[in-house]
C-alpha cells in the first residue's frame, strides 16, 4: 500500500481528474501487487539477501564468529568429500551460478546428467548436514 500511495505522491502531477482517482489507485495497487509476485518469483532469494545484509549490519558476538566459522569449516569439508564430478558441478551451480545447459556445455555432458550429479551433491550435503548436532 506504502508503494502505490508513493506511486501516487510521485506522479501527482500527471494523475487523471479526481472522479477517476479511486480506480487509478485500484489499478496501481494491483499492478504493483502483480510485479512485485513476479519478481518474486524471478529471484526468489533476493529478499532474503537483503534480510541477510540487515542483519550483517549487527556486530556478531565472538561466539558467533567461532561457530560460522567453524560451520564454514565443516561445510567445505563436506564439499571436498564430494565425488570430484558431483562437486565440480555444485561449485559451478551453487557458487559460481552457472545453469545447468551452460554446465553442461562447458563439461561436454548433458543437462540430465549435470542434474544426476547435483541431486547426488545435495543427498550427499543434506546427510552431512543430518548428521551435524
Sequence with gaps: MQDTFLRLWERRSHLP??????GY??????NLAI?????ARIVPFVYDIRLLEFMADT?????ENAIAA??????????????????????????EGMTY???A????????????????????LEAFQQDEP
Design 105 to 124: 556445455e562447458r563439461l561436454g555432458i548433458s543437462p540430465k546428467t549435470v542434474f544426476s550429479h547435483m541431486v547426488v551433491a545435495l543427498e550427499r
Design 35 to 39: 510485479d512485485f509476485n513476479r519478481r
Design 101 to 103: 545447459v551452460e554446465i
Design 59 to 63: 556486530t556478531p558476538s565472538p561466539e
Design 17 to 22: 481528474q479526481r472522479s477517476m482517482l479511486s
Design 70 to 95: 567453524q560451520t564454514l569449516r565443516d561445510l567445505s569439508g563436506a564439499i571436498a568429500a564430494l565425488p570430484p564430478r558431483a562437486r565440480e558441478v555444485f561449485v559451478m551451480a551453487r557458487i
Design 25 to 30: 489507485v485500484v489499478r496501481t495497487g494491483r
